[in-house]
């Protein structure tokens, strides 16, 4: 199998460094590189085509927000994976809204760092810890989506998503085939008006669809 490449991108050296030292260690992950800000961590993506970012959120000049969102510009869409500090901030939720696939805290775990870049590498999976998810509580007197109406079978695959489970998962939990899976992901970010899993996420906590 072909290795997961890493991108680390953090304005503390020995973050990095610490980062590497994990990731390095594991069968099927490898490092390709590392930067000191947003616009490092561009160029570099651009350079070696990494298939996740490990991002910090607050770095100096370009920010991790506005890298996530230029990142996933890039041909080779990487996969981003926030690291960091705060767990209870509106950075996170920016994060969220610009595109990221995954959160992680700093003070995490060897093995729960491992298995954030593996889950977050998988192009169908997202991971939204549980303080992710209350972050994203509905606010007052917010509306609904416009669109049409998600069917019952539409609204149990999105609470299945929004929970960060991958389609595999997700037909799994509900005994139906990958397929059909992909094709009610595929009505709902359109119904949504989504361009992705995390956007459908975000709308559906946000707007009551799915509870936190």
Same mark, same amino acid.
């Given at each position: ?10 304005? &503390? ?11 390095? #260690?594991?069968? +099927? ?8 800000? +947003? ?8 350079? &070696? ?30 996969? /981003?994976?926030? /690291? ?9 939720? &920016? ?21 954030? *870049?593996?889950? /977050?590498? #998988? #192009? ?30 539409? #609204? ?28 009610? /992901? ?6 949504? +008006? ?13 707007? +009551?669809? *799915?509870?936190?």
């Amino acid at each position: 199998m072909t290795s997961i490449r890493v991108l680390l991108a953090d304005d &503390e050296p020995l973050v990095r460094q610490g980062l590497r030292m994990i990731l390095d #260690s594991e069968d +099927g992950i490898e490092v390709v590189g590392e930067a000191a800000d +947003g616009a490092e961590a561009l160029a570099a993506a651009r350079r &070696e085509e990494p298939d996740v970012i490990c991002m910090d959120v607050r770095m100096p000049g370009v920010d991790g927000i506005r890298a996530t969102e230029l990142a996933l510009r890039l041909p080779h869409r990487p996969r /981003v994976l926030v /690291v960091t500090t705060f767990e209870h901030d509106q950075y996170v939720q &920016e994060a969220l809204a610009a595109g990221a696939a995954g959160f992680l805290l700093k003070r995490a775990r060897a093995e729960e760092i491992v298995q954030a *870049v593996r889950t /977050v590498a #998988s #192009s169908d999976s997202l991971l939204l810890p549980e303080h992710v998810r209350a972050l994203l509580r509905p606010r007052p007197q917010r509306a609904r989506p416009d669109g049409p109406e998600l069917t019952a079978r539409e #609204s149990e695959v999105l609470a299945l998503l929004a929970e960060g489970l991958s389609n595999a998962e997700i037909a799994d939990r509900l005994q139906l085939g990958v397929e059909t899976i992909r094709t009610h /992901v595929a009505a709902i970010l359109r119904k949504l +008006g989504a361009r992705d899993r995390t956007q459908a996420a975000v709308i559906a906590y946000r707007s +009551g669809l *799915v509870e936190p």
